[in-house]
């Protein structure tokens, strides 16, 4: 499969579009009134001055295209040192403003490509990812320990590959693996059911997004398990009738939305595919009447906006012909694939929620520090972070933290954990669960 995947030289124009201005360090417009926040976790905990930020990595990408740099020990620990949250891309205004996060990942698969990168510590995504098709080292036949509820309850999840089904719910490996994030596939899965929704699984056969080998720089394997992936949903499409694939997690999402298209053939495989997010999913049937409410959950809560499913996915507009600024002009931004309204309206809608919002939302959300392989590399500073997240939840006076990402469940309730806070992380499935009725 041919894939258009970029290298560090084919950005360089980009590269040197970065005036160093540093603006891309500091949140500054959000509000009203208008305010200004910190927004990228790497210069909050390692220094802004010299690398930190994006004007950093950026220039550490001059200094490797100029052949400057090196990869020392040092030097690789500063480019993983980055949650790759897009937090400077949505502060920065230039024309390279589209490919920031793209500049720094490309820099990290060259380091992988020379050799050198990723952390040690990161390693094992790799060499779990292609001994067990998981970031976890988790063994094949545990990927379905979370169905066992449904079988004891004998309510069976449909297996797509024996049995047709409209939806394929591909569960990702964080809700699969990941103990505290099971209650997300749980809860998803327990809201199908209640609905009606004719959906399957693959089980023991689905096999990861690549999302986290993409993110650190290893793009073939990224590639190996996307082109798995894309062959398995065509045939899934052909054979089976899978006509909408749905998914929990922000981190699957974001890979089969935006890393999925860099395939040359991606139209073609997915002609007749629609890939949503389970929120995006029950709103349309909360729209349409489809999802009612029984009794009450009395809770004042705040919602947390995962990266993935916000601003990663910005499409941008450039002027490609230059007939509207200049020839590779950054000329606009269209955020409606970003999911920001649709949990709020739907978190909104259950009866007893009293909701309250941090400063810090939307695009200009604080990422919980868990992406970009930090979580594995950098374990004791992706907690830290998701504590600073937890303490910015606290003081709207929130008493839970919702968000609608395994990911930032599992690292929020870490940082919550190690302030010792009553603050729990919360994934939207998992209220909608207690509040929709079983079928009459
Ligand atoms: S990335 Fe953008 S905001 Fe940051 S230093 Fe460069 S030009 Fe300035
Ligand atoms: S992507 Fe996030 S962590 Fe990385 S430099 Fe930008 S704001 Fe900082």
Request: net charge negative; proline share 5%; with cysteine.
């Amino acid at each position: 499969m041919k894939w258009e995947i970029s290298t560090l030289e084919e950005l360089e124009d980009k590269i040197w579009r970065c005036t160093a201005c540093g603006n891309c360090k500091t949140a500054y417009k959000f509000g009203p009134p208008p305010a200004f926040g910190e927004i990228c976790p790497a210069g909050v905990e390692f220094g802004f001055d010299g690398m930190m930020a994006s004007k950093g990595k950026i220039a550490f990408a001059r200094g490797i295209l100029d052949g400057e740099l090196e990869w020392t020990e040092d030097f690789l620990d500063a480019v993983y040192k980055c949650t790759v949250c897009g937090g400077c891309q949505n502060q920065c205004e230039l024309d390279h403003k589209p490919f920031i996060p793209e500049i720094i990942e490309a820099m990290r698969r060259k380091a992988v490509a020379e050799g050198a990168g990723p952390m040690p510590s990161q390693k094992k995504i790799s060499q779990s990812l292609s001994a067990y098709n998981n970031p976890y080292q988790g063994p094949r036949r545990v990927r379905t320990d979370w169905t066992r509820p449904f079988k004891k309850a004998k309510k069976p999840i449909k297996n797509i590959n024996k049995e047709p089904a409209d939806i394929l719910y591909y569960v990702g490996c964080t809700g699969a693996f990941n103990l505290p994030a099971r209650g997300v596939p749980t809860a998803t899965a327990s809201i199908f059911q209640k609905l009606g929704l004719d959906f399957g699984i693959l089980g023991e056969n689905e096999i990861c997004c690549g999302s986290t080998a993409m993110r650190i720089g290893d793009a073939e394997e990224f590639k190996r398990v996307a082109e798995a992936n894309l062959e398995m949903f065509q045939r899934l499409h052909e054979e089976k009738g899978v006509n909408t694939i749905v998914t929990s997690c922000a981190g699957c999402y974001r890979a089969i939305k935006k890393d999925y298209i860099l395939a040359a053939d991606y139209d073609k495989i997915m002609n007749g595919i629609r890939v949503v997010h389970t929120v995006d999913l029950l709103n349309g049937l909360f729209q349409e009447g489809k999802l009612k409410f029984s009794g009450e959950l009395p809770m004042k809560v705040t919602y947390h906006d995962p990266c993935h499913t916000g601003r990663h996915l910005n499409k941008f507009e450039i002027d490609e012909d230059g007939s509207k600024l200049w020839k590779g002009a950054y000329v606009g931004l269209n955020e409606e694939d970003c999911l920001y309204d649709v949990p709020r309206e739907l978190l909104k809608a259950i009866p007893g929620i009293e909701f309250t919002e941090m400063e810090r939302i939307r695009d200009n959300s604080y990422c919980c520090g868990g992406g970009g392989g930090v979580m594995t590399g950098y374990g004791d500073w992706a907690a830290k972070n998701a504590s600073r997240r937890i303490e910015e939840g606290m003081a709207t006076g929130a008493e839970h933290m919702v968000s609608i990402c395994p990911f930032c469940h599992y690292n929020l309730n870490e940082g919550s954990k190690r302030i010792k806070s009553d603050m729990q992380l919360y994934d939207l499935v998992e209220l909608l669960d207690q509040v929709i009725p079983e079928p009459e």
